[in-house]
């Protein structure tokens, strides 16, 4: 089954990493839809840890305003790997499956080649694949920018036809700004956009169009100059989408 995809809706991601028990997540998702319009200006994502997404799911009951989606998973469907989860795992769970997170890059060893397998799977599973790229300090610092986010969103995309680039939303994510209260500028948020742009229509054809987010730091204060930065169609949104208010208020920023 392949799940429904509007890429001309700007998509507020919230990321919550390792953090929260089902039953805190329970009463996170609770204090989260209360505080959303009846209908958001923004596609709402939420992607809690593996352990609570039946519980944030069932909580839900089919809520359309409010999308789950895993945080990571594994390449192969199943097999010997302790302690993994694969694609086929989540496909009853959630609709959409982030990979190559920079905590996932550079805390845990993943390279460009997994990152680019883990897409493969969650397209194979029919889940809809959030692709994260982004250059760290030391790599803007060196002039590498533009490098790093065309090498990961090439190495991401490669071997996929032009339908499946098209069910992929790209997350430029610079290292630098997550979890730092460092943002990006909306300028440079575009220019990593339009560069991601380029590489799709170079790879996919010109006729496919991607969203891309932003990502780091992202706050209710600075929401609405990022989300809506030209190029950018929303944004994942990791340490502010704990807080149900502010998650809120990035979420009706996109509007
Ligand atoms: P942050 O995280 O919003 O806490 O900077 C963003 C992310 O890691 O996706």
Same mark, same amino acid.
């Given at each position: 089954?392949?799940?429904?995809?509007?890429?001309?809706?700007?998509? /507020?991601?919230?990321?919550?990493?390792?953090?929260?028990?089902?039953?805190?997540?329970? /009463?996170?998702?609770?204090?989260?839809?209360?505080?959303?319009?009846?209908?958001?200006?923004? #596609?709402?994502?939420?992607?809690?840890? *593996?352990?609570?997404?039946?519980?944030?799911?069932? *909580? =839900?009951?089919?809520?359309?305003?409010?999308?789950?989606?895993?945080?990571?998973?594994?390449?192969?469907?199943?097999?010997?790997?302790?302690? +993994?989860?694969?694609?086929?795992?989540? +496909?009853?769970?959630?609709?959409?499956?982030?990979?190559?997170?920079?905590?996932?890059?550079?805390?845990?060893? #993943?390279?460009?080649?997994?990152?680019?397998?883990?897409?493969? $799977?969650? =397209? +194979?599973?029919?889940?809809?694949?959030? =692709? @994260?790229?982004? #250059?760290?300090?030391?790599?803007?610092?060196?002039?590498?920018?533009?490098?790093?986010?065309?090498?990961?969103?090439?190495?991401?995309?490669?071997?996929?036809?032009?339908?499946?680039?098209?069910?992929?939303?790209?997350?430029? +994510?610079? /290292?630098?700004?997550?979890?730092?209260?460092?943002?990006?500028?909306?300028?440079?948020?575009?220019?990593? @956009?339009? =560069?991601?742009?380029?590489?799709?229509?170079?790879? $996919?054809?010109?006729?496919?169009?991607?969203?891309?987010?932003?990502?780091?730091?992202?706050?209710? @204060?600075?929401?609405?100059?990022? /989300?809506?930065?030209?190029?950018?169609?929303?944004?994942?949104?990791?340490? @502010?989408?704990?807080?149900?208010? #502010?998650?809120?208020?990035?979420?009706?920023?996109?509007?």
């Amino acid at each position: 089954m392949t799940r429904e995809l509007h890429p001309d809706r700007p998509l /507020v991601a919230g990321n919550w990493k390792m953090n929260g028990t089902p039953a805190s997540a329970r /009463v996170l998702v609770a204090e989260l839809v209360s505080r959303l319009a009846d209908r958001p200006p923004a #596609e709402v994502l939420i992607l809690p840890p *593996f352990t609570a997404l039946e519980a944030v799911g069932a *909580f =839900l009951g089919g809520d359309p305003r409010v999308r789950l989606g895993a945080q990571n998973c594994h390449w192969e469907p199943k097999g010997a790997f302790t302690g +993994e989860i694969s694609a086929p795992m989540l +496909e009853s769970l959630c609709d959409y499956v982030l990979v190559g997170h920079s905590e996932r890059r550079h805390l845990l060893g #993943e390279s460009d080649e997994v990152v680019r397998r883990k897409l493969g $799977a969650v =397209l +194979e599973a029919g889940l809809l694949p959030i =692709l @994260a790229v982004g #250059e760290t300090g030391a790599e803007r610092e060196g002039g590498l920018t533009a490098e790093v986010v065309e090498r990961q969103t090439r190495a991401g995309l490669e071997g996929l036809s032009p339908s499946q680039v098209a069910l992929c939303t790209i997350a430029y +994510e610079p /290292v630098w700004a997550i979890g730092t209260g460092a943002t990006a500028t909306p300028e440079d948020a575009t220019t990593a @956009a339009e =560069l991601i742009h380029r590489v799709v229509a170079e790879m $996919a054809g010109s006729a496919v169009v991607v969203r891309v987010l932003y990502g780091g730091s992202v706050t209710a @204060a600075n929401a609405a100059s990022l /989300v809506r930065a030209r190029g950018v169609m929303g944004a994942l949104v990791g340490g @502010a989408s704990l807080k149900a208010e #502010e998650f809120a208020a990035i979420v009706a920023a996109a509007g």
